[in-house]
């Protein structure tokens, strides 16, 4: 049944208190070949709903889940394995249907929740606090750019060639409308970042340097020698962390000197649900807390003395005038920081680090069986469960192949690099503690079929 409250002669007597003739008068700023002059061409008329369940059934079985066999996907967005306790907690009612907090002090179970996620990305992180989330890891690196903006005065950002190129074009987007200076590039396949070059080219106008942790190519360096030089010429370090289960293996950003960090959370507690909703993990050193965008819960006690949490710092636009936010972020990715936090507190530390070590271990194996192919090397000199493969061909083409096969064998750099033909023969490859020792072998068959 449709819903339409107004009758014609209510659609009229508006029309006439805007002095429009008629509903398309309202649209005449619209150019004239954006406009429709009939039905969209190619949908189909009337159908019951019974008819529209079985046709929208039927789309929904040309899809394949990532479970359907040989997984390899990452550059990103990971499959692990999430336990059901999560999915079923998080669809509690209290937890389901809760938004925003407007009056934050009634919604206790949410601010203790978003309390012991800010603990748990300080953590991860090593730095001194951390927010109740973000969107994503890109809008979370962009909020870090501009913040170091504000705190540094000066308006130019240099972004790691191996920072993920979607996390690059969110930030040039904005940066239209900001008027930062970004210095970035494309990455080679080569064993080493770029670093080095990197603190090289930090003077006394850079703002911040951007580097990611694993980088898009999988590639892990020492980032202390870069922090160094930030703070030698008065620049931000940011750190991008997009495979947050990693930092159960390796030293953490914050050790190493970062001032900001950055990243996605999806890997932990959330699917890969066709690209969203993630969660954007946002953490900082404590001098920097107050010009730190989004929510920040704190715990304190009441008048009788009982712990409770507050909202303790909110500079967003829904909580303060425009002109003293710290962010247009108008809302939290709070049901995923929720699936984030009960899946860190089911693993604890020690699972944390099981689960990385079984990651790094069944990569290495990949990488060794991958690399036996004829034509085949692995770019990277170490990883931690992602890393590069140079083929003797388009990568791109050879991704269609292995998936003809059964095997999502990973993403072309062409994809994500497609004016880059240096690239080209580039695959990013991912394997997690849900690839078998079967896909392995099923994806090293397959690869070699292809190349042959």
């Known amino acids: 049944m449709r819903y339409l409250p107004l009758t014609p002669d209510d659609r009229s007597a508006m029309l006439a208190a805007v002095g429009a003739a008629s509903i398309d008068d309202l649209f005449v700023d619209v150019s004239a070949e954006a406009r429709l002059d009939g039905p969209i061409a190619g949908l189909p008329g009337h159908a019951s709903e019974l008819a529209v369940e079985r046709h929208m059934a039927a789309l929904a079985r040309q899809n ?8 390899f996907l990452g550059a990103g967005a990971y499959r692990h394995h999430v336990p059901a306790s999560v999915d079923h907690l998080i669809q509690r009612g209290e937890f389901l249907t809760a938004y925003t907090p407007y ?13 012991e996620f800010q603990t748990q990305v300080a953590r991860l992180f090593g730095t001194d606090v951390a927010n109740a989330s973000m969107y994503d890891g890109s809008t979370a690196c962009w909020e870090a750019i501009v913040m170091a903006r504000r705190i540094t005065k000066r308006g130019r950002a240099l972004l790691s060639t191996g920072l993920h190129p ?22 080679t396949l080569e064993a080493g970042t770029d670093w080095a070059a990197l603190a090289a080219a930090v003077d006394k106008d850079t703002s911040c340097v951007v580097v990611q942790y694993p980088d898009i190519l999988g590639r892990i360096d020492d980032m202390s020698v870069l922090a160094t030089a930030c703070q030698a010429a008065g620049a931000l370090l940011i750190a991008v962390v997009t495979e947050p289960v990693a930092l159960g293996l390796i030293k953490s950003p914050g050790e190493m000197g970062a001032d900001i960090v950055v990243g996605e959370g999806q890997a932990i507690g959330v699917g890969l ?20 965008p989004g929510r920040l819960c704190g715990e304190t006690v009441d008048a009788n003395g009982k712990r409770g949490f507050v909202l303790t710092l909110s500079t967003r636009e829904q909580h303060i005038r425009r002109e003293k936010a710290t962010s247009n972020i108008c809302t939290n990715a709070g049901l995923c920081a929720l699936a984030f936090s009960i899946h860190m507190t089911l693993l604890g530390e020690a699972g944390l680090r099981r689960l990385a070590g079984i990651n790094h271990g069944r990569a290495k194996v990949a990488a060794a069986e991958l690399a036996q192919v004829p034509g085949v090397s692995v770019v990277n000199s170490g990883f931690f469960n992602e890393f590069t493969l140079r083929l003797p061909v ?3 083409a050879t991704v269609h192949k292995l998936a003809e096969k059964g095997v999502l064998g990973g993403v072309s750099l062409g994809r994500l690099y497609p004016d880059n033909d240096a690239l080209a023969n580039g695959l990013v490859v991912a394997v997690t503690e849900t690839a078998t020792e079967e896909d392995i072998a099923a994806f090293a068959a397959a690869l070699k079929e292809v190349l042959a």
């Open 166 to 187: 979607h996390y690059r074009s969110v930030a040039r987007t904005m940066a239209k409308y900001t008027g930062d200076q970004l210095v970035d590039g494309d990455p």
């Open 394 to 396: 388009d990568a791109r």
């Open 103 to 115: 009056q934050p002090e009634i919604a206790q179970g949410t601010l203790q929740m978003l309390f």
């Open 273 to 292: 649900q066709f690209g969203g909703p993630y969660v954007g993990l946002f953490a900082c050193k404590t001098k920097y807390v107050r010009q730190m």
């Open 64 to 71: 394949r889940a990532a479970g359907d066999g040989p997984f």
